[in-house]
């Protein structure tokens, strides 16, 4: 994927131990791989804000959009604005799923389905170690 933000792994790797993010964000963000479902922080997490991408702080994510799909992972029915992700069509399981990726540095932050609420019946299944959260009282770093 070419994304406007080009690392190598050892700087993935050593950018996200600065910021303190748990151990599988590089392994989710960089390789793809997926949290346990009920194990991330923001599954059930309600305060109000910006949900940003670990990887480079692009805002992803309106707290406003997020919703209980009872999947065990953060969702969210709509990206923050049309530039804030981008997707790819995922074949390495059984059926066809789209990924979803921070369209700056091309984080693997999910998946999406179509099984999500009004008004856009998509359903942005997020990793939580993808994601840092910016409480609305604070202003971001």
């Not at 702080?57 to 981008?86: E, I, N």
Request: aromatic share 10%; proline share 6%.
């Amino acid at each position: 994927m070419n994304t406007p933000i080009q690392k190598t792994d050892a700087e993935w790797k050593a950018l996200l131990a600065a910021k303190h993010a748990e151990p599988l964000a590089y392994e989710v963000t960089r390789h793809e791989a997926t949290e346990r479902a009920f194990t991330g922080k923001y599954a059930d997490h309600t305060a109000p804000g910006t949900y940003r991408c670990i990887c480079c702080g692009k805002p992803l994510f309106d707290s406003a959009a997020k919703f209980d799909a009872g999947c065990g992972w953060p969702s969210y029915f709509q990206p923050l604005s049309t530039d804030a992700v981008a997707t790819k069509v995922d074949g390495k399981l059984w059926a066809a799923r789209t990924e979803v990726h921070c369209a700056d540095c091309g984080a693997h932050l999910g998946h999406v389905f179509t099984d999500g609420p009004a008004p856009t019946g998509l359903r942005y299944c997020m990793n939580s170690a993808s994601l840092d959260f910016q409480d609305e009282a604070k202003s971001p770093d």
